[in-house]
């Protein structure tokens, strides 16, 4: 298999090992949800947490394929900062593909490197004392991005551009945007999500970040139902919302808008911080060819040509018929995540589907959080019958939401449940997704010798689309998402349709003429009711081709057959390349499962189309900076914060979080107790200086009456005006003769 494109670069260049201690300071922020901007000062040994002041989601949706531009502005109010880490999402199937930071007059374009290379050179780059910003994948839907040496009072604005497939199902497509990382559950063994692990979500009624997001629809069919079920929009019809677009900087004014439909959508401004996902929809009237495709040619490359085609079959082709018998394996989501109308959501989403059982049919049924417990004894399937069906439904209308969210052990658990007989086997899992250890489930799935048919809904107005999308890929089902807003029976009535209506299984195609290479079919290799066939791949010679899909249905062979072109010239889908990669890298993820056996060659990937993975980043820093042959910025002197081997010195802050426990460091005993903070230092280490700082990194109280040579300190939280800081978290930063300590406090 080839991937040559130009001059591709081969594997990482292996860097010299240099200890390099520079690192990101974390405060254990663990109870607060969402996305997360921690800002360190390692000199003073303060951290807080930060958001954009800002951010702008522009989008250029042509037919299947949307372009987003996304532009994130950071101001620093707090004085000297180091390193800025701000944890923030974007959609998991998206090919992130450029990176640049604006500061001061200058504009930073990133390169992609290796990760370990892009750490090094961003780290010598924070101690020499210069600007820089670094883009890394925490997940495919969670990232983060730091920004070096930002001064006080300026301003830094990183523009990121990334390219996705949109979502199609039953005639429409579906554009997902998510605004938050929601809180996960960290599992034993599996990778904090972001750097840190610890997240942060404005709340829905907070006066938060100001969020834009501008769509400009282009498409070769005529667009009805544009609508978004989350978000207020404002849709209007080009010719009226080009202005706005060309303000806001979607397109410039020489742009020719020459598609035959379009529209303009736009959000809607509100008070307060829309923290939900972005979920826009619009149907596909039904086109003379049916089908769409993409391409992209240069003669000069190779491969030469790229292409993203999407097949839309015959909408009579898997039409209803009388189903045969199956069995249902129900998975239900009760961990304290699920909490308010998502768990009422689920429970109705599962009694629909009970409801749908026939006498033939068999099911069972388990819950989980901490753990797993199970309708029926021993986990085996049961017949319908009103008795069954009675206990079943009494159990799910008993569950409430509590505890973590160990999903490995429910999907272990449902997988390895026994079965009765030759029946159409269905687990139908019902979560939010938010958990640590995707990899773990999706090998679970991937590697179960039954090859299980895995169907999942999702009930959140922020939900890990990741992980309810690849679990169904890899288990061959399909993934459904519904948000407060929405009804339920809409989309069980459409997932039980497929799992009723005959399958298209064992997908191939066929190609007339010169045969593509690279050619990615969908994962599951299944073709359900209301979806496409949606296929990426690489070619030497366009021109026309025939496309034919083959697949089984029933024991029966079908074939349907769509004639595309594929360009034979240059134009203007630069990002078809970029999107084939990203899709490459993202079944090579899943073949590897938990291992990285594909490291090299998603690497190399990645390198070569400028595509970001797990293992490799963006990274932007002044081009002034002189660097030596490993890659480290030469330090002009010593007076920033770095000792004579000219890195860093790092003041840490623990991880620990006080409370009603000792906490012992650096001979400083720490205790927060009924309000009370109690402070104790080792012999001849004198308690210099006592700050207290909000979340946000502001300076709220300095303790001032510190007596001569203190070792023993307790403050009850009232200022000297008497007034009491009111109930929240707090940074609590002790200077003594020996150390800074900061730690996280939180007063009742």
Known sequence: MKWSRGRIVGLAIFIAAVSVFARSVYVPVDSIKGPVCVISDTALGRAATLSPSRSTYNVIVTDGLAQVTLFQMFVNDFGKIDDIAYIFPLPDDASVHAMEMKYRDSIYTAKIFEKAQAQTIYDSVVAAGGTAAMLLQSRPNV??????????????????????PLKFNNGAYELSIPTMVAERYQSQGADPVGSSGRLWNPSPDRNGQTLQINVLLQTGFPITDLQSPTHPLSVSQISDVKPVLIERGVIDEAVVLDMPYG??????????????????????????????????????QMPAGYFFCTIFPDTGLLGAKERSPMEIVLLIDISGSQSGWPIR?????????????????????????TTVTWCFENGASVPVTPENLTKAKTFVSGLSASGGTNLLAGVQAALSSETVGELDRYFIFLTDGFISNESAIFDAIRTHPSH??????GAGNNLNRYFLEESARVGNGYASEVTENESVELFVNDAWNKMESPQLQDLTIGFSGSVPENVLMPLGNRLYRGCPVVIYGTYSA?????????????????????EITLAVQSNANSMIPQVWARQMIRQMRIEEGSATTNKARIIELSLAYQVLSDYTAFLAYEPAAEMD?????????????VDSSGYRIIMPIE??????????????????????LTILSGKGNWIREILVYDLQGRCIYRLRRIPANCTSFRWDGCRISGGRIPAGRYLIRIRTTTAVTTRMAVWQ
């Open 629 to 641: 042959a490993y890659g480290i910025v030469s330090q002009a002197n010593t007076s920033r914060g």
């Open 345 to 369: 959501k689920e429970k109705e989403i599962a009694s629909m589907i009970l409801d749908r059982l026939r006498t033939t049919d068999r099911f069972t049924l388990l819950s989980f959080n």
């Open 655 to 676: 991880n620990e979080r006080v409370t009603g426990k000792d906490i012992i460091s650096r001979d400083i005993t720490i205790r927060l107790f009924n309000n009370i």
């Open 263 to 300: 529209a303009g959508a736009l959000l809607q401004q509100v008070a307060t911080y829309p923290n939900k996902d972005f979920v826009l929809r619009f149907s596909r009237s039904q086109a003379t060819q049916d089908f769409s495709v993409a391409s992209c040619f240069d003669a000069d």
């Open 143 to 164: 990232f983060v991005q730091h920004l070096a040496n930002i001064a006080e009072g300026d301003t830094a604005r990183i523009k990121i551009k990334l390219t996705m």
């Open 542 to 562: 366009g021109g026309s081709r025939t496309v034919t899909i083959s697949g089984h249905r029933d024991g029966e062979t079908v074939t349907f057959s769509r």
């Open 452 to 457: 299980p048919t895995v169907f999942t809904f």
